[in-house]
């Protein structure tokens, strides 16, 4: 059975950067093989208006939606998602070594919930002998998603009520 680790906190609660500071702090310690994706915000000011999707291994970066309309792109919520970006994550999730350890994905949200996004990825991530999943979710769809992988073993850490240290520690014992 996979392990799958839910990264959860309100909107804009400093889910990435705890992902970035997580990928630093494990890295220095451990040999550890880890692909996926960050999802960093654009803003333009202090208005936030689309993402970037950084290639957690190659630091290549590919537009993954926006706030501003495009014709053809997909809206969910108040974005419209680039079909680009999210080939471009999909390639990620499906490009893997037999030695990643860990694989995460940032975010998994209504889109993944619904079947669009890389709900097909993750599922093909889940037989036995796959890496462990890493996943950011808000705290509004968290119970959605538990009970969509409910078959598996799930460990939930809530950004916004323990310390990053403490988190990281406990996701240590899991991934090593």
Not at 19 to 24: S, T, V
Not at 63 to 89: A, H, M, S
Not at 101 to 122: A, F, M, N, Q, R
Not at 140 to 158: C, F, M, T, W
């Amino acid at each position: 059975m996979n392990s799958i680790i839910l990264i959860c906190g309100n909107k804009n609660s400093g889910k990435t950067a705890f992902l970035k500071d997580f990928i630093n702090t494990i890295t220095l310690k451990k040999d550890i093989l880890i692909a996926g994706f960050l999802a960093e915000g654009i803003y333009n000011g202090e208005h936030k208006t689309g993402f970037n999707l950084v290639n957690i291994q190659s630091r290549d970066k590919k537009l993954i939606c926006t706030d501003q309309p495009v014709k053809g792109w997909e809206k969910t919520g108040r974005f419209y998602f680039n079909p680009d970006g999210l080939l471009f994550g999909k390639k990620i999730l499906t490009n893997l070594t037999k030695l990643t350890k860990l694989v995460i994905i940032d975010e998994y949200g209504p889109l993944e919930l619904s079947g669009g996004g890389w709900d097909h990825e993750i599922l093909q991530l889940l037989p036995k002998n796959k890496p462990t999943i890493m996943m950011t979710v808000r705290v509004e769809i968290l119970s959605d998603v538990i009970q969509k992988y409910s078959g598996h073993e799930i460990h939930v850490y809530n950004i916004n009520q323990h310390k990053t240290s403490a988190i990281i520690q406990e996701i240590e014992k899991i991934i090593l």
